[in-house]
């Protein structure tokens, strides 16, 4: 993510984006709607979320947000 001061990415890091990474970086497909998110991550570091697969399974997702080029 392009980066402002503070450690703050430029806009926001959205679930759509995430489920994108994950199919790009490990071929996983995952829902968007499926990430739970409380609001769009806005600054860089690492961030554990919360995937529902099934209504009784829920997976822990780890993003790490850093700034590039």
Known sequence: MKGGEG?????????????EEAKKQ???EIDKK???????IKSFGAYEL??????EVTAKLRVKV????
Do not use: Q, T
């Open 7 to 19: 450690g703050r990415v430029f806009g926001s890091v959205s679930s759509k984006e995430i489920a």
């Open 26 to 28: 490990f071929g996983v």
């Open 34 to 40: 499926k990430i739970v998110m409380e609001e769009p």
């Open 50 to 55: 919360n995937v529902k697969l099934h209504p």
């Open 66 to 69: 850093e700034e590039n080029g």
